[in-house]
């Protein structure tokens, strides 16, 4: 059974940080690109960083990019998200993905892409 379990959300005032962690269960880790998604009030889920997981590349969504940084331990199945300088308009609930990327080419901003989906942690910043 594949579980991914966010952890790490809450409420911060503005200008905070917080670190999100995934941790996945069933499935070979190494074998996943992970991403992390999020929703807020109203909103559609929107791609916010990404990680592969062969080179470990990363990707981020403009508006976060140089305040988020995604990272992955594979040793531990885990994939974080360092979340600093934070805004209003960062409050969402943010989900962890995981896509099989040696099975097929990942689109890393797509959500179809992804495999598995954790249930989410709520991160509200206030102003």
């Known amino acids: 059974q594949v579980q991914l379990v966010e952890s790490g959300g809450g409420l911060v005032q503005g200008g905070g940080s917080l670190r999100l962690s995934c941790a996945a269960s069933?499935?070979?880790?190494?074998?996943?690109?992970m991403g992390w998604f999020r929703q807020g009030p109203g909103k559609e889920r929107e791609f916010v960083a990404s990680?592969?997981?062969?080179?470990?590349?990363?990707y981020y969504a403009d508006s976060v990019k140089g305040r988020f940084t995604i990272a992955r331990d594979n040793a531990k199945k885990a994939v974080y998200l360092q979340m600093n300088s934070l805004k209003p308009e960062d409050t969402a609930v943010y989900y962890c993905?995981?896509?099989?990327?040696?099975?097929?080419?990942?689109?890393?901003?797509?959500?179809?892409?992804?495999?598995?989906w954790g249930r989410g942690t709520q991160v509200t910043v206030s102003s």
């Open positions: 069933g499935i070979i880790f190494s074998d996943y690109t």
């Open positions: 990680i592969r997981r062969s080179s470990g590349s990363t």
């Open positions: 993905a995981a896509a099989n990327s040696l099975l097929k080419v990942v689109i890393v901003t797509d959500t179809t892409s992804y495999d598995y």
